[in-house]
């Protein structure tokens, strides 16, 4: 299992998984769509699966900077 000072040390300290994790983050971090009925449902649940690939992520940071502990299904990989 991955633990949350290896997030840390990819996604935070290293400056290359730091640039990576940002480009992710630009790119999965969209908000809900607001028109085109059950396309636009659609694509909200596909925009809220990515982003919470990205939430997982900042959490395990946030937990290896002492910032914030995370709940067992939050820890859970899949």
């Known amino acids: 299992m991955t633990t949350p000072a290896t997030y840390k040390a990819i996604f935070e300290d290293d400056v290359r ?14 908000p809900a769509v607001t ?7 659609l694509q ?9 690939v990205i939430d997982f992520v900042i959490r395990r940071i946030n937990q290896a900077n002492g910032h914030a502990s995370i709940t067992d299904d939050e820890a859970e990989t899949p």
């Not at 028109?35 to 449902?41: E, L, R, S, Y």
Request: aromatic share 10%; hydrophobic share 40%; charged share 30%.
């Open 17 to 30: 998984g730091a640039a990576i994790f940002e480009d992710l983050v630009l790119r999965f971090s969209k």
């Open 35 to 41: 028109k085109g009925g059950i396309d636009a449902v």
């Open 44 to 52: 909200t649940y596909q925009r809220a699966g990515e982003r919470h």
